[in-house]
């Protein structure tokens, strides 16, 4: 398993973009449906991200899971992560992405959270893995990594 | 959650996305982001001007890790950006950058000083380098002089160059 992380950030954060990022989503649904953001998503996943997408398609979880610690953890989620023998377990119990909207708008966009299901399952697109994601409540979610049947 | 910090790789994949719907649809976004940003920068600049501006881009400069020069005077505030972090990540990046990213900056300030009266001269220099000049004037003459020294003047909806 490597130790590699391409996406690492330092620095400070600004959370506003969190609320660009909903404005984008009812922007691109609005005109083009959900269909065309799903694409976009599916590029962030297997383009933006492809150094993740093309480990996990190698067979290696590890900066996945990397990468959730790194980024949960720089904008101060209430999260942790489970790493088992037969699946891999993000529980978030406090996204401050979708909260840091709510403050912003009052309601996010009903697709805000297809940002996470989207790029997931395109990052898992053609690996040995299927990552699911359940919204457990407003801000709240679990992400799982299991092998495919 | 796409994390706040890849913010921009988003915004590249939906810019190539709407550049491949047609310029109007790119600059009907541009206008939807001013939107959204109005409710960061619009009182700010209603009630303290100049000095408001400098406000937020302090504010923005720490949060978005900006090595960027301010400057004001009575007359006019100048933002120098020396390494600009959302063209530096785009261009890092995994996936292939929009030529035309630096244009989404002044397209969504650009309509917010014209709602306030103010006026943009936004110098990109050059699409493929992280560093840009844009200065806000009170008054227009000033502002209209000012374009003679740019290297490559920005438009933004409504105000094309």
């Known amino acids: 398993m490597s130790e590699h992380l391409r996406y690492a950030e330092g620095g400070e954060v600004h959370l506003d973009f969190h609320g660009a990022t909903n404005t984008t989503i009812d922007f691109i649904i609005s005109r083009y449906g959900v269909e065309a953001m799903d694409a976009i998503f599916r ?36 999260y942790d992560i489970d790493v088992g023998a037969d699946e891999i377990v993000l529980t978030v119990r406090h996204c401050t992405a979708w909260h840091h909207v709510a403050k912003l708008v009052g309601t996010p966009s009903p697709h805000f959270c297809d940002q996470t299901s989207r790029t997931n399952e395109a990052l898992a697109e053609g690996s040995p893995y299927a990552i699911d994601t359940e919204i457990t409540g407003p801000g709240s979610c679990r992400q799982v990594i299991r092998r495919r049947a | ?56 881009w302090t504010h923005i400069k720490i949060e978005e890790n900006c090595d960027m020069d301010i400057d004001r005077n009575e007359d006019r505030l100048e933002l120098r950006m020396n390494v600009c972090p959302s063209l530096s990540k785009v261009m890092d990046n995994d996936a292939e950058p929009m030529g035309r990213y630096c244009d989404h900056c002044a397209g969504w300030i650009g309509p917010i000083f014209d709602k306030t009266g103010y006026h943009l001269v936004y110098d990109v220099i050059d699409r493929k380098k992280p560093q ?23 438009g933004w909806p409504g105000h094309k160059v």
């Open chain 2, 132 to 154: 840009c000049v844009m200065r806000v004037f009170k008054d227009a003459a000033k502002a209209k002089e000012a374009e003679k020294d740019v290297k490559l003047l920005m």
């Open chain 1, 43 to 78: 590029r962030v996943g297997k383009d933006v991200y492809r150094s993740i997408h093309d480990d996990l398609v190698a067979g290696d979880t590890g900066q996945l899971v990397r990468h959730w610690r790194h980024f949960f953890t720089r904008e101060n989620c209430d």
């Open chain 2, 1 to 56: 959650m796409i994390p706040s910090d890849h913010f921009t790789r988003f915004y590249n994949e939906v810019f190539k996305f709407l550049e491949s719907q047609g310029e109007d649809q790119l600059q009907a976004y541009f206008l939807a982001i001013s939107k959204n940003q109005e409710k960061h920068i619009l009182e700010l600049i209603e009630t303290k001007g100049l000095e408001g501006m400098e406000e937020y």
